[in-house]
């Protein structure tokens, strides 16, 4: 059974409908709780759709990205094993220690320290701030990444794959449960207090990652974790607001009455932002 699911994960990368299926599958399961549990009321430029299209937009153009980055991801990881290089392999690890291995280094590397780098670096800040300046954060947000942004995110990938040298099965254990969480954690859904702060003891929850999306500073500057939120509690960048308090958008650097305005967002990190 076990060998199965490996075997399975393996050879994932190699089914890119499957993993399409992974991606729909998490945004239609939550677009649909969306309307049933909303966290907040949201006022959408036009309406819900409009919104969706533009944030899909930038989806697809990421997944085409990514179809190039999977080469390269595939032939790094079968890199470190033909050279035993990576952590998994100097620490001899087994099957159990090296998902998670793999998974902890990755979730680092491609979820908190290249969030956190492109916060702290104004170049960098230019291109992220496409995903900021979406003033109605639901499950289609999660994928509105400007160009240079998802080759960014890749190239972290890269470094936390070579430190770890996580095998294909890892590298898509981690990336489907990725998917999933990304939609999870931007979707407006409202969940119990008691269990979104519970899952915020380990994992990214809903209402830890909107404090992220709050318009204003220091709390834009916060809870910076993909997956697990032990990099945040451990590292300092942990920060708590009433879901009642948020307000999505940015207060400069982009106008928020063009967030929905795709080329415009394509052209913005190019342009001399507002201070």
């Known amino acids: 059974m076990l060998q199965n699911i490996l075997q399975y994960f393996q050879t994932l990368e ?7 299926a992974f991606l729909v599958g998490g945004l239609l399961f939550f677009w649909v709780l969306e309307g049933s549990i909303p966290l907040l009321s949201l006022s959408y430029k036009k309406n819900k759709l409009r919104h969706a299209a533009v944030n899909f937009s930038f989806t697809v153009i990421h997944l085409a990205i990514h179809t190039f980055l999977a080469i390269l991801i595939v032939k790094l990881s079968d890199y470190c094993l033909a050279q035993q290089f990576g952590l998994v392999y ?7 220690m090296t998902i998670l291995v793999s998974f902890l280094t990755l979730d680092f590397f491609g979820g908190w320290l290249v969030h956190i ?7 960098l800040w230019r291109f992220h701030v496409i995903h900021h300046a979406d003033n109605n954060v639901d499950v289609t ?3 509105r990444h400007h160009p240079v942004e998802s080759v960014l995110r890749g190239l972290f990938f890269f470094m936390g ?23 999870f954690t931007h979707a407006n859904i409202r969940l119990p207090k008691w269990l979104d702060t519970s899952l915020g003891y380990v994992l990214i929850s809903p209402n830890m990652h909107k404090v992220h999306h709050h318009w ?44 929905e305005d795709f080329t415009e967002l394509l052209k913005s990190p190019f342009k001399k932002q507002q201070a």
């Not at 100097?90 to 159990?96: D, Q, V």
């Not at 590298?171 to 969480?181: A, D, E, K, P």
């Not at 009642?244 to 106008?255: E, K, V």
């Open 161 to 183: 794959i070579l430190l770890s040298g996580a095998p294909m099965y890892a590298v898509m254990i981690f990336q489907t449960i990725l998917v999933l969480s990304t939609a």
């Open 141 to 143: 947000t999660g994928l």
């Open 14 to 20: 190699q089914h890119p409908l499957q993993r399409m």
């Open 117 to 123: 780098t492109e916060h702290k670096v104004p170049v």
């Open 90 to 96: 100097w620490f001899h690890a087994g099957i159990g």
């Open 216 to 259: 204003k500073q220091p709390f834009t500057d916060s809870n910076y974790g993909a997956i697990l939120s032990i990099w945040d509690r451990m590292l300092g960048t942990f920060k708590k607001l009433d879901p009642s308090q948020i307000r999505y958008g940015l207060d400069r650097y982009y106008p928020n009455e063009k967030d």
